[in-house]
C-alpha cells in the first residue's frame, strides 16, 4: 500500500557531492519520520540522518557538517544532500519511513529499495 522509491545515487570522486531523493507513495494519511540508512559491504545497516514531522533532525556523527535531510511534506519527499564526500560513504543508502495508512491506528515503518553510493579515491 505504501511504496518508497530511490533516486539520485552514482560514481562521484572524493570531495564531491549527490543528492539523494525518496518520495513515499500509496495510502498516506501521516508520516513521523523520514530517514537514511546506509550499509557498506561486511557492515551493519546504519542511520545517516533523519528528520520528524516537527521538523527535529539528527545526524550520524560520521556525516554531520556534510550531509544535509531535508523534506517536502507536499510531495512525501525526502532528501539527502550529500557534501564533501568521502570513499568511507560509500555504501549502499536505504529511505526509511513511519507512514501511517488511511483506517490504521499506527505507523508502519517502510523501506526503499537501496540505492548505490560509490565514492572514488
Known amino acids: 500500500q505504501v511504496q518508497l522509491v ?6 562521484v570522486q572524493a570531495g564531491g557531492s549527490l543528492r539523494l531523493s525518496c ?3 500509496g495510502s498516506i494519511f501521516n508520516i513521523k519520520i523520514m530517514a537514511w540508512y546506509r550499509q557498506a559491504p561486511g557492515k551493519q545497516r546504519e542511520l545517516v540522518a ?10 550520524a556523527d ?3 557538517g556534510r550531509f544535509t535531510i531535508s523534506n517536502d511534506n507536499a510531495k512525501n519527499t525526502v532528501y539527502l544532500q550529500m557534501n564533501s564526500l568521502k570513499p568511507e560513504d560509500t555504501a549502499v ?6 507512514i501511517m ?10 523501506w526503499g529499495q537501496g540505492t548505490q553510493v560509490t565514492v572514488s579515491s
Open 101 to 110: 495508512s488511511y483506517g490504521l491506528g499506527y505507523h508502519n515503518d517502510y
Open 93 to 98: 543508502y536505504y529511505c526509511n519511513a513511519e
Open 6 to 11: 530511490e533516486s539520485g545515487g552514482g560514481l
Open 50 to 59: 533523519q528528520t520528524t514531522s516537527g521538523g527535529s533532525t539528527n545526524y
Open 62 to 64: 560520521s556525516v554531520k
Open 23 to 25: 518520495t513515499a507513495s
